[in-house]
């Protein structure tokens, strides 16, 4: 069967399993079997495929169609310069949460050895690309999981980066130190909300990951007793909720609460200053 054929089909699988973006999955599904970019994958649609490269396409291509996210079915996914393993121990890296290191980017530019802290690092990906990105960064990633952290670690191996892993509970305060920058994505998805998301999200990626109650509050007042004097604190917060939690940051005794929209336009960033 040839390349074009066979991602007709993927995508036709795809559509009727109700994926939101059935053909650049099947493009991406078919390029991961083959080696192949989507650009690649194009000039080379009269390709035939072995028969071990449909056996391995089909066992994928069932995979997503039960709505397993299409990061875990491939292995991989792309965040800002990088490209990190995920699978179901972790959260799939978002676009919006791109939007979270270039705040903190911004916020440690002026700084040569800035002490940074990732608080639920999950795969990693917030950690590693400050790192990757602030060459002189020196930054400790936590997380409750140790799932999750060893897929950040494997990351950190993967892409290069030295940054320091630790096992820690958010709710027990944070390790102490003189941090420069703190951030976190906590979970911040209610309980009753889970049932409402797609089933990509609520089916497969980890719940402790994703739902969450007091996480960011417990993160906020954390922060204070680690943070420098002039340091920032950086939240990923959920849709609709950053008038709350800059109004939180205020009460707490943060300085100047900014929020910033992500890329479709939501506020979704909120940072503060420790005065």
């Not at 071990?52 to 310069?81: K, M, N, S, T």
């Not at 949460?97 to 911004?106: G, H, K, P």
């Not at 739902?211 to 939240?235: I, K, N, Y």
């Amino acid at each position: 069967m040839k390349v074009k054929r066979v991602v007709e089909e993927t995508a036709t699988r795809l559509d009727a399993a109700g994926c939101e973006s059935p053909r650049v999955d099947a493009e991406l599904i078919v390029g991961h079997v083959l080696g192949l970019s989507r650009s690649e994958l194009a000039l080379e649609s009269s390709r035939k495929l072995s028969s071990r490269e449909q056996r391995e396409l089909a066992a994928l291509a069932e995979r997503r169609a039960a709505r397993e996210p299409l990061a875990y079915v491939l292995g991989e996914w792309g965040f800002r310069r990088l490209t990190l393993h995920v699978d179901s121990r972790v959260l799939v890296p978002r676009p919006e949460t791109e939007i979270v290191v270039e705040r903190c980017l911004a916020r440690i530019a002026a700084i040569e050895r800035p002490r940074v802290l990732d608080v639920g690092t999950g795969s990693g990906a917030i950690a590693l690309a400050v790192a990757d990105e602030h060459p002189g960064a020196l930054v400790t990633a936590i997380d409750a999981s140790s799932g999750a952290l060893e897929v950040a670690g494997a990351n950190a191996v993967r892409t290069g980066m030295a940054i320091e892993l630790g096992e820690w509970d958010l709710f027990a305060g944070l390790p102490a130190g003189l941090w420069d920058l703190v951030v976190s994505n906590p979970p911040y998805i209610l309980p009753e909300e889970i049932d409402s998301l797609e089933p990509e999200v609520r089916e497969w990626e980890p719940r402790a990951a994703l739902v969450g109650v007091g996480a960011t509050e417990a993160v906020a007042r954390g922060a204070l007793d680690v943070l420098v004097a002039g340091g920032a604190l950086v939240l990923e917060v959920a849709a609709g909720d950053s008038t709350r939690v800059a109004s939180l940051l205020e009460a707490l005794g943060y300085e100047e609460p900014v929020v910033t929209p992500d890329l479709a336009g939501r506020d979704r960033v909120v940072e503060g200053t420790r005065p």
